[in-house]
């Protein structure tokens, strides 16, 4: 099966690449292909010939969106439904990567693929009107949405703590809860996704649920960090985008691929940390 991954930098991209090493991979880069661009999509779509394209390309600047929409929609919905477009000429699957922001937080119980959505920030907006584009462009489709996703590079929350431990004490925010995922643990599971022809929308999300605060907590005491963790309120940190206090993702839709616990995710990445030497 040859496959296509845009966004190859990115967090979800590195783990892809890492997994397909050897196999008949295509890996892009934003410099290598802009997603948002139709005629570029096509002619690489065209001349490649995946079975596949995996897109793993996002806008992720969640605050940057709400003052300046046009970035965001451009990559998370322009861009899909340009991949969409492109694999439906040439008969591939599109794989498109969406997002727990889809959902308003206001759910007292895990959210499955057929809650409705209704997103409270611009990013969660855009990334709902990708999935909406990809849909309509190419039925071969597998729409993933994911959540709180991090890696052993990249920006991302964990590696943001350990970059604060120096600090007298790092105050987290305790009342959102969500779905920490490793990106490794979502790249394993999108890949068993892609052989089931199982066309449609999946929730794919670490297992479990925590709160950024204990996400934190966990984190320090597998590191040995000793810096007080402080739990505080949302109200306490305002942020431009609004965050769905609870978002965490279930699935109820088969096959069901399920991915490993969060705190599993946290151990194999505090793992990778070490060895890369950046938990110096
Ligand atoms: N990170 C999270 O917490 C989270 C949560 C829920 C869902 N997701 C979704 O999961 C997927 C993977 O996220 P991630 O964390 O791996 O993202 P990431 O690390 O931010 O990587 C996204 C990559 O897309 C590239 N990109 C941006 N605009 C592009 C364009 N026009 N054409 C091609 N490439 C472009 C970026 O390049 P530059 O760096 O050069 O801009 C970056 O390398 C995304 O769909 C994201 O929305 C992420």
Not at 60 to 73: I, Y
Request: some cysteine; overall charge negative.
């Amino acid at each position: 099966m040859k496959i296509l991954v845009t966004g190859a930098a990115g967090q979800l991209g590195r783990s892809l690449r890492l997994l397909l090493e050897g196999t008949d991979l295509v890996a892009l880069e934003r410099a290598e292909l802009d997603i948002a661009d139709l005629a570029a999509v096509r002619r690489v779509v065209g001349e490649t010939r995946p079975d596949v394209v995996l897109n793993a390309a996002a806008y992720n600047r969640v605050d940057d969106a709400e003052s300046d929409s046009g970035p965001a929609f451009r990559v998370n919905a322009v861009g899909p439904r340009n991949l969409a477009l492109a694999t439906a000429e040439t008969g591939a699957d599109v794989v498109h990567i969406s997002t727990d922001y889809v959902f308003d937080g206001r759910a007292s119980r895990p959210y499955h693929e057929y809650d409705a959505p209704a997103p409270r920030s611009v990013y969660g907006a855009s990334k709902l009107a990708g999935e909406k584009a990809v849909r309509e462009a190419n039925p071969r489709h597998y729409v993933v949405r994911t959540a709180w996703v991090y890696h052993e590079t990249g920006g991302n929350f964990p590696r943001t703590m350990l970059s604060l431990r120096d600090r007298d004490e790092i105050r987290v925010v305790h009342d959102q809860v969500g779905s920490p995922t490793y990106a490794p643990h979502l790249a394993e599971a999108l890949l068993r996704l892609i052989e089931t022809n199982a066309y449609g929308t999946y929730h794919m999300a670490g297992r479990g649920q925590a709160s950024w605060y204990d996400l934190t907590c966990r984190l320090f005491g597998r590191l040995g960090v000793a810096t007080p963790v402080v739990p505080v309120t949302t109200d306490e940190f305002p942020r431009p985008a609004e965050r769905p206090p609870f978002s965490v993702l279930t699935s109820i839709q088969e096959p069901r691929i399920e991915l490993p616990p969060w705190e599993d995710g946290l151990a194999s990445f505090c793992e990778r940390l070490g060895r890369l030497g950046e938990d110096d």
